[in-house]
């Protein structure tokens, strides 16, 4: 897809920006028109937006309240529908997905708060992908997709693990200063 500034997006100082991974994230994604999308871990929306510029049916999911809140906000200014809903990864999250989207909170910092868990990875960087991963068979179908963006601060080994028998390609990267930003495509083993 690619990125559009001109998009109406409102912001909220309880909820992560867009920035140079959710940027990064939208140009490496590939969407087809009517294709179910949900994206966890929504945030301001601006990448759910996107995906339902592109013709998408898009379900929206935040933990934070003032996420989805804002989402909402930022679709209705933009004029595209998306089902927003608060959800703690899967836990409210109903329906079947030929892609799910995470900008996981990849830092490995172990922070406290709502606002900290849209950036706080724990200590290796993980945050809640190994929980996404485990549920997603569930919420796709058979030949769909999770696309993340990871950082290469996030602890390797952990990574690996997370990944560990799953056929993974990256789809986009970016590098910043200090970091890399990788976007990988992850899909199931049938």
Do not use: Q
Not at 71 to 77: I, K, Q, S
Not at 87 to 98: A, L, M, R
């Amino acid at each position: 897809m690619e990125y559009d500034p001109e998009l109406i997006i409102g912001e909220d100082p309880e909820v992560y920006p867009p920035s140079e991974d959710s940027i990064l994230l939208i140009e490496s994604l590939d969407v087809r028109e009517d294709e179910r999308v949900l994206e966890v871990g929504c945030g301001s929306g601006v990448v759910s937006i996107h995906c339902a510029r592109n013709g998408c049916i898009v379900t929206a999911g935040d933990v934070n309240p003032r996420a989805v809140a804002l989402t909402r906000r930022n679709a209705e200014a933009n004029g595209v529908p998306v089902d927003v809903v608060e959800t703690d990864v899967y836990s409210s999250v109903n329906g079947i997905f030929d892609t799910i989207v995470f900008n996981l909170p990849y830092l490995p910092v172990d922070e406290e708060g709502l606002l900290a868990k849209a950036w706080s990875g724990g200590p290796d960087g993980l945050g809640p992908l190994p929980e996404l991963l485990a549920g997603a068979p569930d919420h796709l179908v058979p030949d769909g997709r999770v696309v993340i963006v990871v950082s290469s601060l996030t602890e390797p080994r952990a990574l690996e693990d997370a990944l560990r028998g799953l056929d993974v390609r990256t789809i986009g990267e970016m590098r910043l200063f200090f970091e890399k930003l990788s976007v990988l495509e992850i899909r199931f083993p049938h």
